[in-house]
């Protein structure tokens, strides 16, 4: 991006505003800034608008915990200060994280996030030793094939999890937590890989915790 | 009334169903703006019968629900009728209507306010009642259930819908509403029956209690005690001293008309003779430059809406619209602010308005020439000549837009194919202005967008005595016009006529037409309005089921002189004008704008004991 100040925005997407889509979360959280009265940048051309971007997509009804979105500003402004009038302007479910300023010349959120971290929760009843088996023989397979709206698509498992899943039990709930790699061809869905492995209809919800950029094999976030 | 508990375990429930359905930002609330007033000791409902993305663009609501918000005490929560898919989903699951602030089922509520906005959505009031658990009729009621209360352009003929309510506003509804609170608490603290309740109602201006009347043979409704033997239209003098609403809930999804709006004037005299929201909400009366500028910026800033709308039936005849657009260009430099202006009229459209509203973002244009010929213009005292509409679209296109839409409407009174036939060769010579203005390299993507309409009679306009031009030869005309229209550069589009049909029936019909309207949502209708929901078929056979002819409701002619089913309803309008402007009509006589020139009669001034009301003081122009 030319010159001004790239703000990065972490947010959450939580409770009932879950069900937002991701078209939805941008538009609220261009608005969110308007209201806020940050001194956005403005594309030039026809139609002027404001100059945000936003990380990777996250389905309806899937939550996240640290989601992002890069807004351009004409103006600095402290990071204390816009956290300030950013939680002022925002519903707490959809609410800001952490932000911070990064270089001008950072590439794009949706170029350099490729590690996505979930937590599934699967509705009780098997112990952890039988998921966790159920799901190392899934890995141990090497391959999935999914059908998504009409369109096939196999995911090399080695590639698509650039590490093993985890299992634990808290407070009686059984919580898978994966690290799935996003890539031009698409990602897997972390319903679909679990549903494969442990059967269907018996994921309770899915939650991103976490976004991470791969830089020369270590993962770090964002900001 | 009973007490009312506010209903976590009802988020609980409906929480479970959104995975599995169409669209669920529809249902969970929680948006910018929305409040919840748990300790409300009374609670009203609001709600505007169609799905959520369509009612939340209605600007009478906002304008209701921040005036009941005034109130101390009172909780004022939304509604909106549940898809399809979810109204399934909830009836299996026994969850009843809900309001989205606080998942209160709305049969716990005091009030229900439902709005009439258009013919179409008559079918969902019925569906929303029934899921609301109501019963659909306000006899079968009892001091358990919330008064029903209507209200909205639909209202000015209020008969067909009139068994399904208690109570029905006529007019502007800024004072009403709260004076109908007022009296229903009042009642309730007396301990009054719901009957007398709903019967005082009808000493509040503007409310039409259909309880108290009771249609005779020759179809007039005769009133009995306390109601007046017709219901006069509540109108507010001056606008300015009610604030546009400024900070109302801004949606996720994506809705209609999704922007800041203020509202800069009521009212229209041009004296359209199809026009029912031009007759209806006469006079003409401004907000004043100062009060449109400081709402829309503090409207802005409070909701972060990306575009403005300056909406009325007629912004560019605010005396005032050009300094106002220069204060609020010059306001929203820099911020990629649209400003848009719905409803121009080609002979106002400027170029130094073209010149403003084509600065920053542009937002669509959209003019409404209705006829094609002169002649029908005039009979349809359109007053816009052929060269202004060819110079409307000149300046627009040299000021940069590269797309316009037509209204047009067939089926008018006196309309011949010659008149149908115009609005083809009009088209063309829009689309040659419109290449003409227009640099070369960018002709490529120029548009003229065209959208037919049927025309509806409606009541308390100069046509209101006319039937609807039958189905057939409707269908007959359209197919002449898609012959006479330019295919290349020109996106033609209709309005099926067969939902016109259904429309026109709903307008036009008595107190009879509840009947037909109960039948065919017993048998499936709702969301009419939708074209892939609405079948013709269902409804005309569950009219038939009932012994009414729909197509004859929609089709027969009334004679002058005879009672009207809506002559117990007063919009202030003189019988005497209305039936003047209809012979006007056939001789192709055009009347002025009282605004601009001297007075023409309507009556509504006199009757209503208002007065035109214009920002600068005086007439316009």
Redesign the interface.
């Known amino acids: 991006m030319a010159e001004g100040f790239k703000l990065r925005i972490c947010f959450r997407k939580s409770g009932r505003l879950r069900f937002l889509s991701h078209l939805e979360t941008g538009r609220a959280w261009e608005r969110a800034a308007r209201r806020a009265g940050l001194p956005y940048a403005v594309s030039q051309g026809f139609t002027p608008r404001m100059r945000i971007a936003f990380g990777p997509a996250l389905p309806v009804g899937t939550a996240g915990e640290r989601e992002y979105l890069d807004i351009v500003l004409k103006r600095f402004i402290p990071v204390a200060e816009v956290t300030e009038v950013l939680r002022a302007s925002v519903v707490p479910e959809l609410g800001l994280v952490t932000c911070g300023y990064v270089p001008p010349a950072e590439g794009s959120l949706a170029s350099r996030l490729t590690i996505a971290v979930y937590e599934v929760e699967i509705e009780g009843g098997s112990p952890q030793q039988e998921i966790e088996r159920s799901l190392n023989a899934l890995v141990g397979t090497g391959r999935l094939s999914v059908e998504h709206k009409g369109k096939h698509k196999v995911f090399e498992l080695a590639k698509a999890l650039p590490k093993k899943p985890e299992v634990r039990s808290q407070e009686g709930r059984t919580i898978v937590r994966m690290w799935v790699r996003m890539g031009e061809q698409g990602s897997l869905r972390p319903e679909v890989f679990i549903a494969a492995a442990v059967g269907p209809d018996r994921v309770v919800s899915v939650t991103r915790t976490d976004l991470l950029i791969e830089d020369q094999q270590s993962w770090r976030r964002p900001l | 009334m009973m007490a009312v508990s506010v209903s976590s375990d009802l ?1 609980l429930q409906v ?1 479970r169903l ?2 599995h359905v169409e669209r ?2 529809r249902y ?5 703006g929305a409040c919840r007033r748990d300790d409300a000791a009374y609670r009203v409902a609001l709600m505007y019968p169609d799905a959520y993305e369509v009612g939340m663009a209605n600007q009478a609501l906002e304008v209701l629900a921040a005036r009941l918000q005034e109130l101390e005490d009172v909780a004022t929560e939304r509604v909106f009728l549940p898809w399809v898919d979810m109204s399934a989903a909830m009836r299996e699951a026994a969850i009843p209507l809900f309001t989205l602030e606080s998942y209160t089922p709305v049969c716990e509520v005091d009030l229900f306010g439902i709005t009439l906005s258009n013919e179409l959505t008559y079918s969902n009031v019925l569906e929303a009642l029934d899921l609301a658990g109501i019963p659909l009729r306000a006899v079968d009621r009892d001091d358990s259930h919330p008064l029903v209360i209507g209200g909205g352009p639909s209202a000015h003929n209020p008969e067909p819908m009139a068994p399904f309510f208690d109570a029905i506003l006529i007019g502007d509804g800024e004072d009403a509403v709260q004076e109908i609170v007022a009296s229903h608490r009042a009642s309730i603290a007396s301990g009054v029956t719901r009957e007398e309740s709903v019967h005082a109602l009808a000493t509040i201006e503007g409310v039409y209690v259909p309880s108290l009347y009771t249609p005779g043979s020759d179809g007039r409704c005769m009133a009995s005690q306390p109601a007046p033997d017709r219901v006069r239209r509540r109108i507010l003098a001056d606008l300015d001293a009610y604030p546009a609403p400024v900070c109302p809930v ?1 949606p ?3 809705v209609v008309h999704d922007r800041a709006t203020v509202e800069v004037l009521r009212g229209c005299s041009r004296g359209c003779r199809f026009c029912q929201a031009g007759m209806v909400y006469r006079p003409v009366r401004e907000r004043s430059a100062d009060s449109i500028v400081r709402d829309a910026i503090a409207g ?7 575009e403005l709308s300056l909406t009325s039936l007629s912004t560019a005849d605010h005396s005032q619209l050009e300094p106002i657009l220069r204060r609020l260009v010059a306001r929203l430099e ?3 602010t ?1 400003i848009s202006v719905p409803s121009l009229r080609m002979d106002s459209f400027t170029v130094p308005l073209a010149r403003l509203l084509g600065n ?3 937002s669509g244009l959209t003019f409404a020439p209705e006829a094609g010929s002169q002649r029908l213009r005039d009979a349809i005292n359109k007053n816009i000549t052929e060269e202004e509409v060819v110079t409307a679209v000149h300046e627009a296109f040299t000021a ?1 837009w590269r797309r316009v839409k037509l209204y047009f409407m067939i089926g008018l009174p006196t309309e011949t194919d010659e008149d149908v036939r115009a609005i083809g060769a009009l088209v063309e010579k829009v689309l040659h202005v419109a290449r003409e203005a227009t640099p070369k390299g960018e002709r490529g993507g120029l548009r003229v967008a065209v959208s037919v309409a049927t025309f509806v009679p409606k009541a308390h306009t100069p046509f209101q005595w006319d039937g609807q031009t039958p189905i057939d030869e409707v269908r007959r005309r359209q197919r002449i016009l898609r012959d006479s229209v330019p295919h290349r550069g020109v996106e033609l589009s209709w309005h099926d006529p067969s939902s016109s049909l259904l429309e026109a029936a709903l307008a036009r019909g008595g107190r009879e037409m509840a009947d037909g309207i109960e039948a065919a949502w017993r048998v499936g209708a709702r969301f009419d309005a939708w074209t892939e929901q609405f079948s013709l078929t269902r409804w005309l056979e569950a009219f038939a089921s009932v012994g009414l002819d729909m197509t004859a409701a929609a089709s027969t002619a009334y004679v002058q002189g005879e009672p009207l089913p809506w002559s117990h309803i007063d919009s202030g309008l003189a019988e005497k004008f209305l039936r003047l402007e209809r012979a006007r009509a056939d001789s192709a006589i055009t009347t002025p704008d009282c605004t601009f020139e001297e007075c023409t009669g309507c009556g509504v001034c006199t009757d209503l004991g208002v007065d035109i009301s214009i920002a600068e003081g005086g007439r316009r122009g």
Not at chain 2, 28 to 32: A, G, R
């Open positions: 988020w929480e959104l995975p669920p930002t969970i609330d929680h948006e910018w801004v996720y999804a994506d802005l800033a409070c909701t972060g809406y990306e820099g911020t990629g649209a920053g973002r542009k940069g």
